[in-house]
């Protein structure tokens, strides 16, 4: 997996349309493109989620076909980083750069084999993947540039089958998880969900919040407008996320309200999965000060009812 940047194209040519970049300015086509080489880092961190979720399932004897469905997932997301390689490359963007540290540190935190299995399921491929699915959503919904929109349009259809797997194999191994593995869980739900705020829905509130305007020649070459990445975010999570963690035996409503809660254990610093997750946030305390008060100010417009 280490090796995706040397094959970049390889295959993928007549999978994709030519890019018809005429209708754009050469600022606008470099903002845009900036965003395939970060996507294509993001698919690889899922490659390798998917590849330790498929180790731990062979390690806690998951029932096939579980540990190969984990493993073709995997080939996927490695598609899913060469595309998005092959179609940065078309526009000029630079290689991507691959920093899989964070992957290791948040396995790392997952010692026990069925809870790593539960917990990737969970946060990684339930929570995670549900929210790709919808950003993907959102971005080739108004995509119109020819090149960008058939990338996210393949990217999209997988991630809709990535997210069921994990909603299916979560449900399924959850009758094997004790009363003290379904805590933990509860609690990476919590953490998982903060998470995701921080990393999907923090940076488009602070660009909304700087009064920056955004250009629509973007969201046409791909780039999701930080309006509607917000609302997307929110949706995912409050309509699809928090209803199917209750369905599958959580609380899903109180792992939402208390995702900046920590627990004893993050007191003590024994789990850090959330700071490992988006290593790039200073602390919990201000993350949570930042997202829920930009949220609040921005205002009701910005917040699904
Ligand atoms: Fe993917
Ligand atoms: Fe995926």
Redesign the pocket.
């Known amino acids: 997996m280490r090796n995706v940047k040397r094959d970049t194209t390889e295959g993928l040519e007549s999978e994709l349309p030519r890019p018809v970049l005429g209708p754009y300015t050469a600022a606008q086509i470099e903002f845009a493109r900036e965003a395939w080489p970060m996507r294509a880092a993001e698919?690889l961190r899922?490659a390798w989620i998917f590849r330790a979720l498929t180790r731990a399932a062979q390690r806690i004897a998951m029932a096939d076909p579980w540990p190969e469905r984990f493993a073709r997932t995997t080939h996927?997301?490695i598609r899913?980083a060469r595309l998005c390689v092959a179609v940065g490359a078309r526009l000029g963007a630079p290689s991507p750069r691959y920093d899989m540290r964070p992957v290791r540190a948040r396995l790392a935190t997952l010692a026990d084999p069925r809870v790593r299995a539960a917990s990737l399921l969970l946060v990684e491929v339930a929570i995670g993947e549900t929210i790709?699915m919808c950003l993907f959503r959102a971005g080739r919904r108004a995509a119109i540039e020819p090149l960008s929109r058939a990338a996210l349009a393949s990217?999209l259809r997988?991630?809709a089958r990535?997210q069921r797997l994990g909603w299916e194999g979560l449900a399924a191994l959850w009758p094997e998880l004790g009363a003290d593995r379904r805590d933990e869980i509860q609690r990476e739900a919590a953490r998982g969900l903060a998470a995701c705020e921080r990393h999907v829905a923090v940076p488009a509130l602070r660009w909304l919040e700087s009064g920056r305007p955004f250009d629509g020649a973007y969201a046409a070459l791909g780039v999701i407008d930080p309006r509607e990445r917000v609302e997307t975010f929110y949706f995912a999570v409050e309509r699809l996320i928090v209803p199917r963690l209750t369905r599958l035996g959580l609380d899903g409503a109180a792992a939402w309200r208390d995702r900046y809660v920590q627990s004893r254990e993050d007191r003590h610093g024994a789990f850090r999965a959330v700071t490992l997750v988006a290593p790039t946030i200073r602390s919990t305390s201000d993350e949570k000060l930042s997202a829920m008060e930009l949220r609040t100010n921005l205002g009701r417009a910005h917040a699904p009812t």
Do not use: A
Request: charged share 50%.
């Open positions: 698919e899922s996927d997301e899913h790709s990217i997988d991630e990535h």
